[in-house]
């Protein structure tokens, strides 16, 4: 069965780091562009980063400078860094794999920013 798991998410306090990964199992991540979204309550769920199948990476503005996407195809596995962390990051975070014929998502986990 095809399955993407994240992992990483948790409560820290602004100005802090976390990174998020993705498992991917029952295909092949490598043939397919890696993207993180979020959700926050009542918000409309956003693209912050993707990740081509030749490792070009893109970010919504707002995460430029402080977030990067990686993927490693050995491991099947693509992280999100989040660095310099802020409330307005608060969200539930959702790993998405995307190609002309298939798109696959994860459950999201969750990520908490304090003051």
């Known amino acids: 069965q095809v399955q993407l798991v994240e992992s990483g998410g948790g409560s820290v306090q602004s100005g802090r780091s976390l990174r998020l990964s993705c498992a991917a199992s029952?295909?092949?991540?490598?043939?397919?562009?890696m993207c993180w979204y979020r959700q926050a309550p009542g918000k409309e769920r956003e693209l912050v980063a993707r990740?081509?199948?030749?490792?070009?990476?893109h970010y919504v503005d707002s995460v430029k400078g402080r977030f990067a996407i990686s993927r490693d195809n050995v491991k099947n596995t693509v992280y999100l860094q989040m660095s310099s962390l802020k409330p307005e990051d608060t969200a539930v975070y959702y790993c998405?794999?995307?190609?002309?014929?298939?798109?696959?998502w994860g459950q999201g986990t969750q990520v908490t920013v304090s003051s």
């Open positions: 990740i081509s199948t030749g490792g070009w990476p």
């Open positions: 998405n794999a995307n190609n002309a014929y298939a798109e696959y």
């Open positions: 029952g295909f092949t991540a490598s043939r397919y562009a």
